[in-house]
């Protein structure tokens, strides 16, 4: 009988910031038993993924295994968490486990997409535990900046494993669970095998602060405001919300939620009976008819993100409600890396209107929901686990977390997406290599991201697209061959229009192709591609992609 073992498998996470999802496994290799932790998204960008709607995991691998798959544990409501819960479960089937909070979202998420909401699972914190094969998996609380975000303590026949998920040391948060030194300390007593931990913040030489610290600020600059106030942040960061509406409400303006994400995310605190007191808010509607100076707006869109109401606002008017010079703009969140451009855009559109804009350059209106670095050491000394696997972060930030543990005489391993660990040892070995990849939401249907759609669509966007027509009655051309273009000059350096400088040589070709080669529709499309590619080489400096359709009349 082969050798049982603990396995820890990233398949998004780890290399990225985003589209979380991790196995961890027991029992005798290939033989194993898995529970899946966080099956989150990515958001796509116009440089490498144009036209894109989300990004999920591959979960290839996971679905193969499916009858060997235990369940599914859901860390907290972000979408780079649980944002693919709901698109990807149908291919699992399998139990979804998750706290109040996170699992009233994602039923909402699963009914969205056609998933069976029962499957979701609510579990209270610690020390309730789930039966999930070889592992008795807990919930963990955990501060951070959504409400009920949870670390896992995954208990298996090998050791203790300590999934932090996202988290922060916070022992003041406005919402959600305080950071309990004590509570941290009990789970370690019995011996930590691995601590599989975020490593965000880890180059933040400083400890990170509480939530409870932004309030008095954004309060004061609320109160000094003498036009409208609009304020954005990211919608799931309920706490933060309460702070800005309680900060309108004591300067005595009306507050007005923007955006259907972030009144979606208050509702479902409400709901789930962690929300009891937000401040009484006005419609968009009423909003408009209030005087200037007695008007807050929480909006969307604190990452640039166009069709939110943050850059609606910034291009005129949204919901009948405008900026003005005088008004201030505050923006209550950190840019992510990636976002800065269209962040920047909207700065710069509100200064063109005379807006006042507020970031986060003097840290006083924004704290982090990640542990910073001498966070990460305290928890490290708490745990002493006989292993740490850095997580949740870049490349750069799981090998500066690994070069933390070192320094505490901890053995560490870095382990990007694909990277199988065997965790059962004194330490971190690498077991196999797992393939993995991105699957791309195109629309209505999921994509792989090799697939070659969007690569088309990339070298449609930078090269421009030819349509060379040609109708051949037997093997004779049938009239002169037509050309379309898009996303081309129309003149090229010979100052002819390309598309007639096309026709020519193109029908200069099939003047003198050989009956064989007119007779072979294969060969015309690529001696056609060839020679539209070539002249348009010449005229304007581009190979295009070419699409060739051949018509025959029988």
Known sequence: MSKKRLVYLPLGGAGEVGMNCYVYGYGPKNKERFIVVDLGVTFPDMETSPGVDLIFPDIQWLEERRDRIEAIFVTHAHEDHIGAVGH??????????????????????????????????????????????????????????????????????????????DFKLDETPVLGDPFDPKLWAEVAKPGVQALVCDSTNVFS????????????????????????????????????????AEAGQKAGRSVCLLGRAMRRMVTAGIESGILSDFPNTISPEDAVSIPRENLMLIVTGSQGERRAASAQLS??????????????????????????????????????????????????????????????????????????????????????????????????????NGTMVDLSGDEPVVAEFVETGRTYLDGKVKIGAMDGVVRDRIRMALNGHVIATLILEGDEPLGDPWIDVMGLAELGSSKASLVEVLEEDVGQYLQRASNKSLADDDKLETEIRKIIRKSAQDEIGKKPEVTVIVSRLT
């Open 88 to 165: 990807l479960w149908n291919r699992l089937r399998v139990p979804v486990y998750a706290r109040a909070f996170t699992a009233h979202l994602g039923r909402m998420k699963m009914e969205d997409h056609g998933a069976d909401p029962e499957a979701m699972k609510t579990v209270s914190a610690w020390p309730e535990a789930v039966e999930a094969g070889p592992f008795k998996v807990h919930f963990l609380p955990v501060s951070h900046s959504i409400p009920e975000s949870a670390g896992l303590v995954i208990d298996t026949p090998a050791g203790r494993v300590v999934h932090t998920g």
């Open 205 to 244: 030489r400083h400890e990170g602060r509480s939530e409870m610290s932004v309030g008095p600020e954004i309060a004061k600059l609320v109160a000094s405001a003498s036009g409208m106030v609009v304020a954005t942040t990211f919608a799931s960061n309920i706490a933060r919300l309460k702070t800005l």
């Open 315 to 416: 291009r005129g008017k949204y919901l009948g409600l405008t900026m003005k010079e005088g008004d201030l703009f505050l923006f209550s969140s950190k840019t992510i890396p990636g976002n800065e451009h269209g962040v920047i855009r909207i700065m710069n559109n509100f200064s063109e209107m005379g807006v006042d804009i507020v970031d986060d350059s003097t840290g006083l209106y924004h704290v982090s929901g990640h542990a910073n670095g001498p966070d990460l050491d305290r928890v490290h000394k708490i745990m002493a686990p006989r292993m740490v696997i850095p997580m949740h972060g870049e490349h750069r930030m799981l090998r500066e977390h690994a070069k933390l543990a070192a320094t505490n005489g901890i053995a560490s391993m870095v382990a990007v």
